[in-house]
């Protein structure tokens, strides 16, 4: 189980940081955005990603619907999939693209904190709602 957690953090590491530079290569019209490998690298870590978090809920038991963190990280990851697109190819306005991107980084957190704290309300000890 260690191997496939180390894994799934590995590729989430590698997908916020890919997020982060193809936004800031949008943000400044890079050619870079672009070029193949940057379609096709983030394909493959996604697909490694989702199958080290599916492989994880498997093991350990947990699964979407049953458990409200995971299913909080599901509806996470649709909301932060659609942003991605607008933001790096959809978008009509560049503004558009950087209001969305911000959007997908935020909502990136949320899945983050929600995987740490196997809460779907990660912050609310914070605001005193637990």
Known sequence: MKSILFVHIACVILAFAGFVLRGIWMIRDSPLLHATWVKVVPHINDTLLLAAGITLALQVRQYPIMNGWLTAKAFGLAAY?????????????????????????????????????????????????H
């Open 81 to 129: 999939i659609l942003l991605g697109t607008v933001a790096l190819k959809r978008g009509k306005t560049k503004r558009i693209r950087i209001i969305c991107w911000i959007g997908g980084l935020t909502v990136f957190g949320y899945i983050v904190a929600v995987a740490i704290s196997r809460d779907p309300i990660p912050f609310a000890g914070l605001a005193g709602l």
